[in-house]
Structures are given as structure tokens and as C-alpha cells.
């Protein structure tokens, strides 16, 4: 199965407005959405807004990309402006899915050991 639309334009804006290549964006993009769990297959525009809102200028700032918040802001506009058609939002089952999947973190931050 090929990559969403949504995140095939949201790599190919980061290759055209950073000094990121094709390979480094998308990388970069996959390791926000793993961190998000989120999956580059079935991603839509609201996950997307959400990544771009919350992760990814932190992981822009540790590739070197300069002023990780404009790109982003940037990134969030032409995203609301280029029209992907009515989106399928994710249903409860598939968010309480995705939340039970993630490793608990103890507070040192390591994950916690299994129950017994």
C-alpha cells in the first residue's frame, strides 16, 4: 500500500521549502508519525494538522532546518489550502486501538516492566 496522499504533499513541501532532500523529509515525517502513532499509509489531513502542530518542529530543529515554526506554520496553511476531499475520520475503536499499542513510560523514562 503507497503513502497518503496527505503525507506524499506534506514530504514533498518540506523537500521544496527546507534543505531537507526527498529521503530526509519523508524520513523525518515517518519518525514524527511512528512517535505520534500514526501510519503513513492511512493518514489524513486532521492527524497530519496535529503532527505538524505539536511534533514536528522540534524534529526539524534537530535535522538543522532553520526556523522550524515558520515551516511549520508555513507547512499548516498550504495544507489546509490544497483540498484532499472529504477526510474519514478515525472512529473511537481505532483511537483507543492505537492508545492501548503505545509502551507506558515509568517516570524515569523507560518503559515499565510487565505485570506479573
Do not use: W, Y
Amino acid at each position: 500500500m503507497a503513502d497518503s496522499a496527505v503525507f506524499d504533499f506534506v514530504a514533498e513541501e518540506l523537500e521544496r521549502t527546507t534543505n531537507l532532500d526527498g529521503m530526509e523529509a519523508r524520513g523525518t515525517l515517518r519518525l514524527v508519525l511512528k512517535q505520534a502513532l500514526f501510519d503513513s499509509k492511512t493518514l489524513n489531513v486532521s492527524q497530519m494538522e496535529r503532527v505538524i502542530d505539536r511534533l514536528l518542529a522540534a524534529h526539524l530543529c534537530r535535522s538543522g532546518v532553520a526556523n522550524p515554526e515558520s515551516v511549520c506554520e508555513a507547512l499548516a496553511r498550504n495544507l489546509k489550502a490544497k483540498n484532499f476531499g472529504p477526510g474519514v475520520a478515525e472512529s473511537p475503536d481505532e483511537i483507543f486501538g492505537r492508545l492501548m499499542r503505545r509502551p507506558e513510560a515509568t517516570p524515569s523514562g523507560g518503559e515499565s516492566p510487565p505485570s506479573k
